[in-house]
């Protein structure tokens, strides 16, 4: 195959997996055109169309199915077989791509990967926020970050940060309006601000004496992010639900007031998490050692 063939290929690979051209181009860095008309010299150069147009989507034919369905996985065995080999290499190399919250990111993943994005120069890191619970596979993460009770089944889980404990936090002045809640249920009494994830809303989790509550709250707001719950709570929308570490300096100042401090309690906190079948090349391995929780009450 033609160096030229084999680059129109993997730009109608990209195409077909995410159904549309604007999709491929933002992952690959190229313009919508580039990725147009290579698909469209594959398509000539094969004698057969491989792709159905409309304004409003873009699918495989039968033949690009086809084509989708043998060439992708010969392709990416491919790249596994190279990616091994530089892995032999003395320099630990390559690129390793991460979904995570943003929570995690700033105060886990940044702090702890900058020294070693400083000492191995040729290590890349792409970090993508989402809040979802993204699969790594499909999407073709290397790694994941979630909380620890959200893991998925399958995979090996590394722990990266300490427990986390999450609080109802609001401002004085909406206290001062309302009477502050003495348990759980009586949030619903309350304007809260709701979290989105992965097209839900997140119920509340509370626990006290071993009893465990979960609150679906009501509010004006819904955010689908932890920084913009913070924010909303900080201005006075309602009662947010956010990290302790988060909300503290807010609390220290009186910006934020606590309620319900008796019903949180600490939970696992973030691990990294990756399929076992995972190359575990040199950079790779040095990036999990990197974030890796190491707990400073260990003797």
Known sequence: MARDDLSNLLMFLEVARERSFTKAAKKLGLSQSAISHAVQRL?????????????????????GEHL???AAPRLEEVQAEMSALSAM???PAGNIRITTSDHAAK??????????LRAYRDI?????????LTDIAAERFDA?????EHLARGMIAVPIGPPVKLIAVGTPSYF?????PKKPQELMNHCCINLRISGSLYAWEFEKSSREIKVRVEGQMIVNGVDEMLVAAREGIGIGFVPEDQ?????????????????????????????????????FSLVVDALRYRSTSRR
């Open 107 to 116: 105060t886990i993943l940044l702090p702890k990967l900058a020294p070693l």
């Open 247 to 283: 909300a503290e300096p807010y609390i220290k100042s009186g910006e934020l007031q606590v309620v319900l401090a008796d019903w949180s309690q600490p939970f696992t906190g973030f691990h990294l998490y990756y399929p076992s079948r995972k190359q575990s090349s040199p950079a």
């Open 144 to 148: 994941g970050v979630r909380l620890g």
């Open 124 to 132: 890349k890191v792409e970090l993508v926020v989402d809040y979802g």
């Open 68 to 70: 989708l369905q043998t």
């Open 43 to 63: 398509e000539q150069g094969m004698g057969v169309r491989l792709l159905t147009r409309t304004t409003r989507s873009v699918s495989p034919t039968q033949a």
């Open 89 to 91: 290499s003395d320099k």
């Open 176 to 180: 001062a309006q309302h009477t502050p």
